[in-house]
């Protein structure tokens, strides 16, 4: 009796191993056909994407077809990165040099220039017909330590910061198209930076400085470049006190820049912005948005492109419906080189183009913006 109930038990585990051997094989077959599915689906969409993107012109067409510039700031060892330089020539008209013309780099010694990286970015640019922004001739950063430790008198500084504009912007006058002549010279406060130019030459550094880099290069544009003054807010009324004021006292001055370095969670308001471009106008000002970003806390998720697709949109869009908007720069155009990362721990995916340069969600908002702009011709 024991060995049958033994015998029947045994069998019943044997049925049922079989069973859900049986089970697990169906299931390996529906996973399989599944994975199947799902990758027909994935090639589908890879193949929708490319057709979307070939339909798509680039960047740089819709822009000079709305009338405006549109780039990126590079640095001159990522243009020998075949894929980097392809990018850049194929969706931009204009670039800022973002590094190789500030003053630590290019004036390293008293007596040494050191022309060779914002000479080939120049050329680059000239030999694929694109303008170039020059950044930046007064800064307080990225200066070399003959500046910094210098302790020069009022006059001496003078001469050296005349010196530098002559030098730098007469190397390349009639080439540079627009200069950001002084960088971050404004508080969030309203209130002057204290910077070694104020301090030894005083508030007239800045009018100095664009009365010499308008006698190094008449034809060249100049601005007045900042971050965290693109809304209404201290630090743009500011901005505008400072240019109203050079403006009212014959200082060359041709622009603005916006810097636009912003994050997912504080984007400035975009009707803010539209009015601060008003009133810019208003004093006969260009503006260029000069830097613009939009970083991620990480890990990005795709809600997170999204929005972030929906910020450049909201932006040029302003930029397209003020005419004297005329250029839209990001500074960089791939999240594989971005200054992000480094400066701001745990963001990053701040740029238009993925890592491995396949556009992101932003840069079709923009063409999209482009397209919508040209149907229906919305210039103020
Ligand atoms: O040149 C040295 C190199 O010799 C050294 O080997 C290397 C090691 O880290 O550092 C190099 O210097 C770096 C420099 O960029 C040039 O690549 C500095 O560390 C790095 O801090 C510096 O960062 C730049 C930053 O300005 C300096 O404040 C960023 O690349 C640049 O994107 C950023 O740009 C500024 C604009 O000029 C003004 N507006 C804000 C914007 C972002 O900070």
Excluded at 144 to 167: D, K
Excluded at 218 to 230: C, R, S
Aim: hydrophobic letters at 45%.
């Amino acid at each position: 009796m024991k060995t049958l109930e033994i015998k029947l038990a045994y069998r019943i585990i044997l049925v049922l191993v079989a069973i859900l051997a049986i089970l697990s094989i169906i299931r390996g077959l529906i996973i399989e056909v599944e994975i199947k599915e799902l990758y027909n689906q994935v090639s589908e969409l890879r193949r929708h994407i490319m057709v979307v993107r070939m339909a798509v012109p680039s960047l740089r067409n819709l822009a000079e077809k709305c009338g405006i510039y549109i780039g990126v700031a590079v640095e001159r060892s990522l243009l020998d990165i075949s894929d980097y330089a392809y990018t850049v020539k194929q969706e931009f008209n204009i670039l800022t040099t973002e590094n190789a013309l500030k003053f630590g780099l290019v004036h390293p010694e008293l007596d040494v220039y050191s022309f060779d990286d914002a000479d080939h970015i120049v050329s680059f640019a000239e030999s694929n017909g694109m303008k170039v922004r020059g950044h930046t001739l007064v800064w307080h950063q990225q200066l070399p330590t003959w500046i910094t430790q210098g302790r020069y008198t009022r006059e001496e500084l003078m001469n050296i910061l005349r010196e530098h504009i002559m030098t730098v912007v007469g190397r390349y006058r009639g080439r540079i198209y627009a200069w950001d002549v002084v960088n971050e010279a404004i508080n969030d406060d309203g209130t002057l930076r204290d910077t070694i130019w104020l301090r030894t030459i005083g508030p007239e550094y800045i009018e100095l400085a664009f009365r010499w880099a308008h006698e190094a290069d008449p034809q060249a544009l100049l601005f007045y470049n900042d971050y965290g003054a693109e809304g209404l807010n201290t630090k743009s009324n500011a901005v505008y006190n400072l240019v109203k004021s050079l403006i009212e006292k014959g200082v060359p001055i041709h622009g603005v820049g916006l810097q636009m370095h912003i994050s997912l969670e504080n984007p400035p308001n975009p009707q803010e912005v539209a009015a601060n471009i008003r009133r810019l106008n208003e004093l006969g000002l260009e503006v260029h948005i000069t830097e613009m970003d939009v970083r991620i806390r990480m890990p990005a998720r795709w809600d997170d492109l999204i929005r972030q697709a929906e910020i450049y949109r909201e932006i040029i869009k302003v930029c397209l419906s003020a005419k004297n908007c005329k250029a839209f720069v990001m500074w960089g155009f791939t999240d594989r080189y971005s200054w992000i990362p480094s400066h701001f721990s745990g963001y990053g995916a701040a740029l238009i183009f993925d890592e491995s340069y396949r556009p992101k969600p932003a840069y079709y908002y923009i063409a999209a913006a482009f397209i919508e702009h040209l149907t229906k011709d919305n210039k103020d």
